[in-house]
């Protein structure tokens, strides 16, 4: 069966200072994977979004970046950390045409 | 407009009452139409999948879809205080892209 894993779990940092999340999948190849920011009474946000290796689609611009080193690997990364850039981060996936997205459990980052 | 509405407003029930939860769209091409339940600072997960009008069952839950009205429903039968959670409404066009509603927040009371 597929799984996501998503980590860390909770992360706080300094603004000014560097991120990256990573998130992976098993049990599956070739995965579209996504990045979400869930703010409180704001609803889910596309950030990111991969259809393959190296093919990044970027929902919204700001201050944060996505990569897809491998099939299964997505990293969400920023150069210098926001207050605005606090949030609940969610990766995501769906297989081929299958509209069923899977979250994975999310990374509550707060940016002090 | 947004494409997805969805009233965020807190819903609580005494156990075993009905849950009845709705969301408005506004762009008819939509085809795709789920429900996702969120636990307190946990991930969504798929709770109900569908994609054409009328009823689906799955034990408790019951998903409505009227595409004429552009108009989803969830149903929680026996409600029960592990159904306690924030639901999403999530549509889709075929393009892999999900529309979200903002969540409403249920509590159920023992």
């Known amino acids: 069966s597929q799984t996501i894993h998503q980590w860390p779990a909770t992360l706080v940092q300094p603004v000014g200072s560097p991120l990256s999340l990573e998130c992976t999948v098993e049990?599956?190849?070739?995965?579209?994977l996504y990045w979400y920011r869930q703010a409180a009474g704001r609803g889910l946000q596309l950030l990111f979004y991969?259809?393959?290796?190296?093919?990044i689609s970027s929902e919204v611009p700001q201050n944060l970046s996505a990569s897809r080193p491998q099939d299964r690997q997505f990293i969400l990364s920023s150069k210098k950390l926001l207050l605005s850039d606090s949030g609940f981060y969610l990766c995501?996936?769906?297989?081929?045409?299958?509209?069923?997205?899977?979250f994975g459990s999310g990374t509550q980052l707060s940016v002090l | 407009q947004k494409e997805v509405e969805q009233d965020p407003g807190p819903l609580s029930v005494p156990e075993g009452a009905i849950v009845s939860l709705n969301c408005t769209y506004s762009?008819?091409?939509?085809?795709?139409f789920m429900w996702y339940r969120q636990y307190s600072r946990k991930g969504p997960e798929l709770l109900m999948y569908?994609?054409?009008?009328g009823n689906k069952e799955d034990g408790r839950f019951t998903a409505q879809v009227d595409k004429s009205s552009k108009y989803i429903s969830l149903f929680i039968r026996d409600s029960q205080p592990s159904d306690s959670a924030t639901y999403l409404c999530?549509?889709?066009?075929?393009?892999?892209?999900?529309?979200f509603g903002k969540g409403n927040q249920v509590v159920v009371i023992p």
């Open positions: 049990g599956t190849s070739n995965p579209n």
């Open positions: 995501a996936w769906t297989w081929g045409s299958d509209e069923k997205l899977f």
């Open positions: 991969s259809v393959g290796i190296g093919q």
């Open positions: 569908t994609y054409s009008s």
């Open positions: 762009n008819s091409a939509f085809q795709y």
């Open positions: 999530a549509l889709t066009r075929g393009n892999n892209r999900l529309a």
